[in-house]
């Protein structure tokens, strides 16, 4: 692979800019017939990048994660999303950005990361692969401190109705939700959105508010999915050490203002698992797990 050195981490709404106008492009090359069809074989890379006190502060408080100088797993995929948001903008990324729906994320974290130290960021685009809605790929992006793996990531993306070569291996058939008894609620407000742009600089329209929202086909703002996986992240504290996998998948988003009921508890294996739906249908909002390495 290509190793392209950004001088720095790229803002996000600028990202968002360029993504539009590269969705544009590719639906002409695409009518064409010049659209890309493989990945971009590059990696972006950032170095020395240094979380903020004040920044981190503001995304504990938000997410209900306890003070310390210890950065939380889903502050550092704050920091590294940027890097890997990047590589979706380029014109040789095969999937329109526009539309892109988030089904899936998978944290690794090797050992505590701390406020001061230098992080060098990487990410690269894999796993491309057609789906039974469309054509899923993965946003790798792996952070070090010094010559040490400490975070990994793995961010999957469903491109719906975009087919590209290849037949959707068997899945096999999810299991059906049947909502466990429940240990918690969230009352998410209505500001909920723009609070978590604020500080994770997604500044996606879906989430921002009702009129935006509607523009983009939702009756309403929707959580950001990383606020929801932060959020469960948070309420399984202390028991999941300093090295952990954290897995969660999004099923649908949660409408703000709204409430979602919840469940994290330990699954009797070490692992804690955890699950949020609506409760007046039963339908689930996101599932997933941390496990202790």
Not at 44 to 62: C, F, I, K, P
Not at 114 to 122: Q, S, T
Not at 221 to 233: K, N
Not at 261 to 271: E, Q
């Amino acid at each position: 692979m290509t190793t392209v050195v950004l001088p720095a981490v790229p803002s996000l709404g600028g990202l968002y800019a360029r993504g539009a106008a590269a969705t544009g492009r590719l639906a002409v090359a695409r009518r064409v017939g010049r659209a890309p069809t493989d990945l971009p074989d590059v990696v972006h890379e950032v170095r020395g990048v240094r979380a903020d006190a004040d920044h981190m502060t503001e995304y504990q408080h938000l997410v209900g994660e306890s003070a310390s100088d210890r950065l939380p797993a889903g502050f550092v995929h704050v920091l590294a999303f940027p890097v890997a948001f990047a590589v979706m903008v380029r014109p040789d990324f095969p999937l329109p950005l526009l539309g892109l729906v988030h089904v899936a994320n998978r944290v690794t974290q090797h050992a505590p990361v701390g406020l001061g130290d230098a992080l060098d960021v990487r990410a690269w685009a894999e796993g491309l692969r057609p789906h039974r809605a469309g054509t899923t790929v993965d946003l790798v992006a792996e952070v070090r401190v010094g010559d040490a793996l400490v975070w990994r990531g793995v961010s999957t993306y469903l491109a719906k109705g975009v087919r590209l070569a290849g037949r959707p291996t068997d899945e096999g058939a999810r299991s059906d939700f049947v909502a466990p008894q429940p240990t918690g609620r969230w009352r998410l407000a209505a500001d909920t959105g723009r609070r978590y742009a604020a500080v994770s600089g997604d500044h996606n329209p879906i989430h921002l508010s009702a009129v935006s929202a509607k523009a983009l086909g939702f009756p309403r703002a929707i959580a950001h999915g990383m606020y929801t996986a932060a959020r469960a992240l948070a309420d399984v504290g202390a028991s999941r050490g300093d090295a952990f996998t954290w897995s969660v998948e999004f099923a649908k988003p949660a409408l703000l203002p709204g409430t979602v009921t919840v469940r994290v508890a330990p699954d009797g294996d070490r692992s804690t698992t955890f699950a949020g739906w609506d409760a007046r249908t039963g339908k689930p909002y996101l599932t997933g797990t941390v496990v202790p390495l």
